[in-house]
């Protein structure tokens, strides 16, 4: 439960909702205010305790049970246990909504220690005496009635130039309890069993200080009395009384004006939470100047008057059984004998005369009291037409008919009057139906234009994916495509790896050839050298044959024919000699010719052997390097495969 706010009388709890039925009911601006609860919980309206009159307009505007009010019921009953001396005045209305437990009740208060019950309809008697003879003295004509405090207040907040035509004299209760304190005597603390939540601030006003303590409100008092069981043997009030009996009807006290000056004087009846106030706001000008018809006006805040007060039970407020009751009583007061100042035969000059009679030890200024002007606390500013245009333009109303649609929602009976609560900061713009209407419409065109773009990109969004499936489809198809050159390249690889293989190993037996080859070059060359040294050899052998050859020729000439056949193996041997030197000379041709051979071979075979090892050195860099290819594309296979299982999976979705 939040806490209560105990300088308002009235005040808001936990369940109310921002309806905003509570400013639409209020009649003084400022005293229902919108405010933002803590921890997002919305909005509510307060009750601004410097503005609120008490009226109890809220009260029965709320259907949600949100507006309560306290009193001083609790601290009656605590005080009464301590033992504090305390009387009990009552309202004549508690007679007439309670006939059958009354004497009862009042039997229970005595039991818990009340000392005297007086009825507040003898105070009423008291009030009555006091407007006429006020009248009469001063000549005041035109004046409001103030036995309502809720009036009081409205006009000390909101009105404080009417407070000079604010009846001076003292309501019933406090006419009452100045009777009870200076001719009675009683010293008591003094409870007041109240129709009215308001009567708490008549109590309170430093202008009736000390006279009564305590407001003990019907609907208070009885749910204690129920709780409790506050109930005694009959007891009843003890002062004799009149008409006052009748003020809780409404034009109760005109009527007692009737009863003593006679029906032709002019009285101004009204009442109603609402169309009081309203009323007095627009005929203050008149009220204020002297301008009306009317001995007084006779105002008072509750519609059916204080026998259905803010304090009483709203299910017999539903009947008019209280008004039965009360007509009763009426009829009483009027059959007391003759010659008493209620007697019905008598005329009202007669009537006047005996009542003056009755309260001619009365002082008059005792019953008189004074009022303070309360405006400045209450008060609030018109904005002027900029500012009011700021406010409207605020809240989107840019044109006349969107200022003057006045529906009432807000609370407010006009758009206008809305304005003047959001520039004194006593409700908020959210608080426009109209406004927050139009928030939803632009949201609703906000939703609307989202929707088309959501579905406009919903639509790219599918045609995107169309694509993107065809993409993924094409590129499933070029994956394909590539797993088979891969696969094709792969094989290839493996092949040209064999193959690279081969070559290598011929290659080396080539360069293993060519090596072998140099060597058998080399000593073909050795060879080649050995046999020219040979060759030369046999030319000097065939020159020493030749030379021998000759010099065997000579011998045999010399022997004769003795020396013919030696001449015959001179000449063979020449001949040899000749043959073995023309070989010689032959074969060293033939030697240059192949040791030139030899020699081009060989560095052929050096150049071949130098080119055989790059191309070996090659092919086995070739191998490597195919092996790696083939390494590297399983590794793009298993890659393609990868990215191929995830299209697949994205076409699928």
Same mark, same amino acid.
């Given at each position: 439960?939040?806490?209560?706010?105990?300088?308002?009388?009235?005040?808001?709890?936990?369940?109310?909702?921002?309806?905003?039925?509570?400013?639409?009911?209020?009649?003084?601006?400022?005293?229902?205010?919108?405010?933002?609860?803590?921890?997002?919980?919305?909005?509510?309206?307060?009750?601004?305790?410097?503005?609120?009159?008490?009226?109890?307009?809220?009260?029965?505007?709320?259907?949600?049970?949100?507006?309560?009010?306290?009193?001083?019921?609790?601290?009656?009953?605590?005080?009464?246990?301590?033992?504090?001396?305390?009387?009990?005045?009552?309202?004549?209305?508690?007679?007439?909504?309670?006939?059958?437990?009354?004497?009862?009740?009042?039997?229970?208060?005595?039991?818990?220690?009340?000392?005297?019950?007086?009825?507040?309809?003898?105070?009423?008697?008291?009030?009555?005496?006091?407007?006429?003879?006020?009248?009469?003295?001063?000549?005041?004509?035109?004046?409001?009635?103030?036995?309502?405090?809720?009036?009081?207040?409205?006009?000390?907040?909101?009105?404080?130039?009417?407070?000079?035509?604010?009846?001076?004299?003292?309501?019933?209760?406090?006419?009452?309890?100045?009777?009870?304190?200076?001719?009675?005597?009683?010293?008591?603390?003094?409870?007041?069993?109240?129709?009215?939540?308001?009567?708490?601030?008549?109590?309170?006003?430093?202008?009736?200080?000390?006279?009564?303590?305590?407001?003990?409100?019907?609907?208070?008092?009885?749910?204690?009395?129920?709780?409790?069981?506050?109930?005694?043997?009959?007891?009843?009030?003890?002062?004799?009384?009149?008409?006052?009996?009748?003020?809780?009807?409404?034009?109760?006290?005109?009527?007692?004006?009737?009863?003593?000056?006679?029906?032709?004087?002019?009285?101004?009846?009204?009442?109603?939470?609402?169309?009081?106030?309203?009323?007095?706001?627009?005929?203050?000008?008149?009220?204020?100047?002297?301008?009306?018809?009317?001995?007084?006006?006779?105002?008072?805040?509750?519609?059916?008057?204080?026998?259905?007060?803010?304090?009483?039970?709203?299910?017999?407020?539903?009947?008019?059984?209280?008004?039965?009751?009360?007509?009763?009583?009426?009829?009483?007061?009027?059959?007391?004998?003759?010659?008493?100042?209620?007697?019905?035969?008598?005329?009202?000059?007669?009537?006047?005369?005996?009542?003056?009679?009755?309260?001619?030890?009365?002082?008059?200024?005792?019953?008189?009291?004074?009022?303070? #002007?309360?405006? *400045?606390? &209450?008060?609030?500013?018109?904005?002027?037409? +900029?500012?009011?245009? @700021?406010?409207? =333009? /605020? !809240?989107?109303?840019?044109?006349?008919?969107?200022?003057?649609?006045?529906?009432?929602?807000?609370?407010?009976?006009?758009?206008?009057?809305?304005?003047?609560?959001?520039?004194?900061?006593?409700?908020?713009?959210?608080?426009?139906?109209?406004?927050?209407?139009?928030?939803?419409?632009?949201?609703?065109?906000?939703?609307?234009?989202?929707?088309?773009?959501?579905?406009?990109?919903?639509?790219?969004?599918?045609?995107?994916?169309?694509?993107?499936?065809?993409?993924?489809?094409?590129?499933?198809?070029?994956?394909?495509?590539?797993?088979?050159?891969?696969?094709?390249?792969?094989?290839?690889?493996?092949?040209?790896?064999? #193959?690279?293989? *081969?070559? &290598?190993?011929?290659?080396?037996?080539?360069? +293993?050839?060519?090596? @072998?080859?140099? =060597? /058998? !070059?080399?000593?073909?060359?050795?060879?080649?050298?050995?046999?020219?040294?040979?060759?030369?050899?046999?030319?000097?052998?065939?020159?020493?044959?030749?030379?021998?050859?000759?010099?065997?020729?000579?011998?045999?000439?010399?022997?004769?024919?003795?020396?013919?056949?030696?001449?015959?193996?001179?000449?063979?041997?020449?001949?040899?000699?000749?043959?073995?030197?023309?070989?010689?000379?032959?074969?060293?041709?033939?030697?240059?010719?192949?040791?030139?051979?030899?020699?081009?071979?060989?560095?052929?075979?050096?150049?071949?052997?130098?080119?055989?090892?790059?191309?070996?050195?090659?092919?086995?860099?070739?191998?490597?390097?195919?092996?790696?290819?083939?390494?590297?594309?399983?590794?793009?296979?298993?890659?393609?495969?990868?990215?191929? =299982?995830?299209?697949?999976?994205?076409?699928?979705?």
């Amino acid at each position: 439960m939040k806490n209560i706010d105990m300088s308002s009388l009235v005040y808001t709890n936990d369940e109310c909702i921002g309806c905003n039925k509570c400013i639409n009911a209020c009649p003084a601006m400022g005293a229902c205010m919108s405010v933002d609860e803590a921890a997002g919980s919305g909005r509510k309206i307060e009750v601004n305790a410097d503005y609120c009159v008490a009226c109890g307009a809220c009260i029965d505007a709320c259907k949600h049970g949100a507006r309560k009010f306290y009193d001083d019921t609790e601290q009656f009953f605590e005080d009464l246990k301590k033992g504090e001396k305390i009387s009990v005045v009552i309202a004549p209305a508690f007679l007439a909504n309670y006939p059958k437990e009354y004497g009862s009740v009042l039997g229970g208060l005595k039991k818990c220690g009340v000392n005297r019950i007086i009825s507040i309809s003898f105070g009423a008697d008291i009030c009555t005496w006091g407007y006429l003879n006020y009248i009469q003295k001063y000549d005041y004509v035109g004046g409001i009635s103030q036995p309502c405090p809720a009036v009081v207040r409205y006009i000390e907040n909101y009105i404080p130039e009417l407070l000079p035509k604010l009846f001076p004299v003292q309501s019933p209760l406090m006419c009452g309890a100045i009777y009870m304190r200076k001719v009675l005597g009683i010293n008591d603390k003094i409870a007041f069993i109240s129709p009215c939540i308001a009567k708490k601030m008549e109590i309170e006003d430093p202008n009736n200080a000390g006279l009564v303590q305590y407001n003990v409100t019907f609907t208070h008092l009885m749910k204690y009395v129920k709780e409790n069981n506050i109930y005694g043997s009959d007891a009843t009030d003890e002062i004799e009384y009149g008409l006052g009996s009748i003020y809780p009807t409404p034009g109760g006290l005109k009527e007692n004006v009737y009863w003593f000056l006679g029906e032709d004087v002019a009285v101004r009846q009204i009442e109603g939470e609402k169309r009081l106030y309203e009323w007095l706001q627009k005929n203050k000008d008149r009220i204020k100047g002297g301008k009306t018809p009317f001995v007084f006006i006779d105002a008072l805040n509750c519609e059916s008057g204080c026998l259905c007060g803010t304090a009483v039970d709203p299910k017999i407020s539903e009947t008019d059984d209280a008004l039965y009751a009360i007509l009763k009583i009426k009829e009483n007061s009027k059959k007391n004998k003759k010659g008493n100042a209620w007697s019905k035969p008598d005329t009202p000059q007669r009537r006047l005369a005996n009542f003056n009679k009755q309260f001619k030890n009365l002082n008059l200024e005792d019953y008189l009291r004074k009022y303070t #002007d309360r405006s *400045s606390k &209450a008060s609030y500013k018109e904005p002027n037409e +900029k500012q009011r245009n @700021e406010i409207y =333009d /605020s !809240m989107g109303k840019t044109t006349k008919e969107s200022r003057e649609i006045d529906c009432t929602c807000c609370g407010y009976e006009t758009c206008k009057e809305m304005t003047k609560a959001i520039f004194n900061g006593f409700n908020v713009k959210e608080n426009c139906i109209h406004y927050q209407k139009d928030l939803v419409q632009q949201e609703v065109m906000r939703a609307e234009q989202l929707a088309k773009e959501v579905e406009k990109r919903h639509d790219e969004e599918i045609a995107e994916q169309k694509r993107l499936v065809k993409a993924i489809s094409d590129i499933n198809t070029q994956f394909e495509e590539l797993n088979t050159a891969i696969d094709i390249m792969m094989n290839g690889n493996k092949s040209n790896a064999k #193959d690279s293989e *081969s070559i &290598a190993e011929k290659i080396t037996d080539v360069s +293993k050839f060519t090596a @072998e080859l140099k =060597d /058998s !070059m080399e000593d073909i060359r050795t060879l080649i050298d050995q046999l020219a040294v040979d060759s030369n050899k046999v030319v000097e052998i065939a020159n020493s044959t030749n030379l021998l050859s000759l010099n065997a020729s000579i011998e045999a000439a010399r022997a004769g024919e003795a020396g013919k056949g030696f001449a015959v193996v001179a000449s063979q041997i020449s001949a040899l000699a000749a043959n073995s030197k023309k070989t010689a000379g032959n074969s060293t041709t033939n030697q240059s010719k192949i040791d030139g051979a030899v020699v081009d071979i060989m560095k052929r075979s050096e150049i071949l052997a130098s080119g055989i090892d790059q191309i070996n050195s090659m092919t086995h860099n070739l191998a490597k390097s195919t092996e790696k290819m083939s390494v590297n594309t399983e590794s793009i296979r298993e890659i393609v495969d990868s990215v191929k =299982d995830i299209l697949d999976q994205l076409t699928k979705k």
